[in-house]
């Protein structure tokens, strides 16, 4: 426990950090609490009033509002709900994966491995968001459906680096005496391996969750990501894409501003991260 | 030397083919592309004709078998769409995906190399601060969002920026004539500023570790010129691997070609894949995502190729 | 005059967790063809000596407090691209590992050239290669010749660490600082090695700061010695007389805990404990907590005393 407030006053003394901490914060927050801080719930049908739609922002609709009324602040903080959730389920269903088949894929080797291996190849072999793409067109919108798009096309990313530091550390010393020693596979694996190969994965995960959120964003703004009725914040700026051209901006610049600080928070706490744990700098 | 290129050629063959199976069989078990293509009045006489008429009818393997035969003599199928050849269809459209494409990379290299090594030389002074500061809010912002702001600052605010199409051709480019340029700027800033935001933090990043090394502190001991110091040697040891890295980029910038391509309704293949997922056009959708692959792969083995021929260690075992 | 003059250095590093007192106040100095052995145990403060006078330390670290004179200069007031002229031409450095001290891409002829040419702008290329050919057969590295266009990885430690020392001497420095040189080589190697440092320092009238952790090569090479502990100097003076009189404990400890083919021991005696954290430094003598004559004088950090012809800080004498 000391360890980690230890850890985490370095970890904050960057005022990088700090600010991305404080705006991710906020955001979770935001998202979390959703409902008890918007003056309305903007899909539930019975709150919204066509008369109301496309004002610009002012007092009463403090950011505005879209075609069909609906207040865009609140539809802000719930489509945040959305995002968030998406690119974190993903994030932790893909390096539960990822570590899975690369502990399984480096420590065992042989066919499983070669099997694997050429699995990864095929999928590395296209962009991710050509799978995703492909994956959620044919199998409708959902969010759900979404994550399973995402942990898809992720899991590779861990896979593969877990796999190569599994190679490196099964050649060390403590692995030949744990095995002299007579332990068996799987304490090996998740009591000597995965406490080694964790360090990496995590450095992993802060780089690949903004790209996850980034990925949902995408696809949901060419309409096969989320369903209109749980939009997340790429929907919100797909919607307002229409209406740009005859100069109602709020509709999309805002949300699109608070997916830009969102990523930028969870940049500035991955570098940091990555930092701390690896001064030397690297890729 | 011969013996990694065939194994090469071997590998990409089963890949390819591996692609076509899975993509062949997500299609198939897609949907039924003939209800999107017929009016929907059709009678069943006119269901069955077409079901036939594009080959549609047998069983998944009697399909399968039938598109590797046309494969083997060079065909990739007729698009149910357009009625053309798949590849044709796709090989009209690339020209302009890969001027994109090549155009984004080229200036993200251009700009993102240098900038990056300006901010690892001048760690912790302004410099890196804010080019650390532009990089980290390049990467933070989607493709598609860029695009919008930039279609909102030049075509609606300002009008002076064309919002959509490809400017006149000439020799395959739209980069030679004047309205060919005013098309080009918005989709090429649009694909370019997240590659070149990568490009400089993976440079940045690479040169620190590689100016971190005990040679380069050598190198300092033995009282070479800085600029010996940053280019010759850490310069060239951050490239050896940074140039694998930026040759896989390659293949994620053509896929968000796509979305810059919809946004921009610029004609390459992005736009066609879509409307081709929406319209079950399976034999343009396993076109296109073999002629992908196909440049996937051949991008992964020239970088391999190159980074043999330019590491000493791995040339001269 | 001396060569160089050690004044009150103080070095320290600036880290996150703290403030690292690397060196803390030392004093030594060196004449012409003088090989002064500098020992300790890992952390000492030796290796930040060295970079000390070299100019090499960089932030988080900074000198702060003390003088450096070399040849009549201040080098603590030379500006950086003077120290540059004396940095591997007046004087040259070698570090422990002759595998990570070579850029790794580029070959030995090409390192070695370079570092005449930035001392000797003026030289020709083909000047240059004779004086580099000239200098690794000196070095005793056998088909110089051919080696020159070899990369580090193609030779074997014992080579390398030649090409380095070749490297060193190339531009007839007045002094060379050998931090652990020998300590990454094989047995048999490091007596080449050491063999061929007396040798080419004798030839060319060099002085010799030679910092290690291994008593046993002190001995053999050195003519004085300064034993280094938690960033200062603790017993310091004539080899002969310091290694077969130690006074001070910590150097007697040292002494004792080298494993000897004369005597027969039954233990090997290790000096207990270890040395306390740089940022953390105890009040009073360093050692105390490890010295088996402690006592409450020890609160006090001793002051230095000559004492049977050496420097010494010790209360037990």
């Not at chain 3, 090997?268 to 004088?297: E, H, V, W």
Request: hydrophobic residues 50%.
């Amino acid at each position: 426990m000391k360890h980690l407030y230890a850890f985490t006053s370095r970890f904050f003394k960057s005022k990088r950090a700090l600010f991305g901490g404080v705006l991710f914060l906020l955001f979770t927050v935001a998202a979390l609490f959703a409902p008890l801080l918007t003056p309305q719930n903007p899909y539930d049908l019975t709150q919204i009033y066509l008369q109301n739609s496309f004002l610009p922002p002012g007092s009463s609709f403090w950011l505005g509002t879209d075609e069909m009324g609906r207040d865009i602040y609140s539809a802000i903080l719930y489509g945040l709900r959305t995002s968030l959730y998406v690119g974190i389920a993903s994030t932790l269903f893909s390096m539960l994966i990822g570590l899975g088949m690369g502990l399984v894929s480096g420590y065992f080797g042989g066919w499983i491995d070669r099997m694997i291996i050429r699995l990864a190849d095929i999928q590395l072999s296209f962009p991710a968001i050509l799978i995703a793409l492909i994956i959620m067109a044919l199998w409708g919108q959902g969010i759900n459906k979404i994550i399973v798009a995402i942990t898809i096309v992720s899991w590779v990313y861990y896979a593969r680096t877990v796999r190569s530091v599994v190679l490196q550390e099964k050649e060390k010393e403590y692995i030949e005496a744990a095995r002299a020693l007579g332990m068996r596979h799987h304490h090996i694996l998740f009591g000597e391996l995965l406490p080694n190969v964790l360090s990496p994965v995590i450095v992993l995960a802060t780089v690949r969750i903004a790209y996850a959120i980034i990925l949902e964003a995408t696809l949901s703004f060419l309409g096969v990501g989320v369903p209109m009725t749980k939009p997340s914040l790429g929907t919100l700026i797909s919607n307002g894409y229409e209406v740009l051209f005859s100069g109602d901006w709020w509709v999309s610049i805002f949300p699109g501003i608070v997916l830009m600080l969102l990523i930028i928070a969870i940049n500035l706490l991955g570098d940091r991260l990555r930092e701390v744990l690896n001064p030397s700098g690297g890729f | 030397m011969l013996r990694f290129i065939l194994d090469r050629l071997w590998h990409t063959f089963l890949v390819l083919l591996a692609i076509s199976f899975i993509t062949f069989f997500i299609m198939y078990k897609a949907g039924d592309p003939v209800q999107l293509l017929l009016p929907p009045d059709a009678t069943q006489a006119q269901v069955i004709q077409m079901r036939h008429t594009l080959g549609l009818d047998g069983s998944f393997f009697i399909q399968y078998k039938g598109f590797l035969l046309q494969l083997s003599h060079g065909h990739l199928g007729t698009s149910f769409l357009y009625g053309e050849p798949a590849l044709t269809v796709v090989l009209e459209r690339l020209p302009a995906t890969l001027e994109l494409a090549v155009l984004a990379m080229f200036f993200a290299i251009l700009i993102g190399i240098p900038l990056g090594v300006s901010a690892a030389v001048h760690h912790g002074k302004w410099q890196e601060k804010i080019i650390m500061f532009f990089s980290l809010t390049g990467i933070s912002i989607p493709v598609f969002w860029i695009a919008m702001v930039l279609v909102l600052l030049f075509s609606v605010t300002f009008n002076i920026l064309p919002s959509s199409g490809r400017g006149t051709v000439y020799l395959f480019s739209s980069a030679f004539t004047w309205d060919g340029i005013r098309h080009l700027i918005m989709p090429v800033t649009t694909l370019t500023l997240f590659q070149l935001a990568l490009i400089i933090r993976l440079t940045q990043s690479g040169m620190r570790e590689v100016l971190s090394k005990e040679y380069i502190r050598f190198a300092r001991a033995r009282g070479l010129s800085p600029s010996r110091i940053i280019y010759t040697h850490g310069l060239r040891n951050t490239l050896i691997p940074l140039m694998t890295v930026i040759g896989l980029q390659f293949g994620q910038l053509i896929a968000f070609t796509i979305v810059t391509e919809t946004i921009f309704a610029w004609p390459g293949t992005g736009k066609l894949i879509i409307d081709a997922i929406q319209n079950l056009d399976r034999p343009v959708v396993v076109a296109y995502l073999l002629i992908i692959a196909l440049i996937f792969v051949a991008i992964n083995f020239t970088v391999d190729l190159l980074y043999t021929f330019i590491d000493p260690r791995i040339r001269l075992r | 005059m001396a060569l160089l003059q050690l004044h009150n250095l103080h070095t320290y590093f600036f880290t996150e967790t703290g403030i690292v007192k690397a060196v803390n106040g030392i004093n030594f100095s060196l004449e012409r063809g003088e090989i002064l052995g500098l020992v300790g145990e890992s952390g000492a403060g030796k290796s930040v000596t060295g970079f000390s006078i070299l100019g090499l330390i960089d932030p988080p670290g900074r000198i702060v407090e003390g003088d450096i004179f070399f040849n009549g200069k201040n080098l603590l007031q030379t500006d950086a691209s003077t120290y540059r002229t004396i940095r591997g031409n007046q004087i040259a450095s070698i570090f422990q590992d002759p595998q990570t001290s070579l850029d790794p891409v580029m070959t030995i002829g090409s390192q070695i050239i370079e570092s005449l040419q930035a001392h000797h702008p003026h030289l020709d290329k083909k000047a240059a290669w004779r004086r580099a050919v000239e200098m690794l057969e000196h070095v005793g590295l056998p088909a110089a010749k051919k080696r020159m266009h070899a990369y580090p990885h193609q030779l074997s430690g014992g080579m390398k660490q030649r090409v380095v020392i070749a490297m060193a001497l190339l531009n007839n420095p007045l002094l060379l600082i050998a931090d652990e040189p020998t300590t990454a080589l094989d047995v048999t190697i490091q007596a080449q090695i050491l063999y061929l440092m007396q040798t080419l320092v004798k030839d060319f009238n060099t002085s010799l700061i030679f910092i290690s952790h291994d008593l046993s090569v002190i001995s053999q090479i050195c003519n004085t010695v300064a034993v280094m502990y938690a960033g200062r100097i603790v017993e310091y003076g004539d080899k002969s007389i310091l290694l077969s009189d130690p006074k001070h404990p910590y150097t007697k400890g040292l002494i004792a805990s080298l494993p000897t083919l004369e005597k027969s021991k039954k233990h090997l005696t290790p000096i207990p404990g270890t040395m306390p954290s740089l940022s953390n430094l105890p009040r009073g003598c360093y050692f105390k907590d490890r010295c088996p004559l402690a006592d409450s004088q020890c609160d006090h950090y001793p002051e230095e005393r000559i004492v049977a012809g050496r420097r010494i800080s010790c209360h037990h004498i």
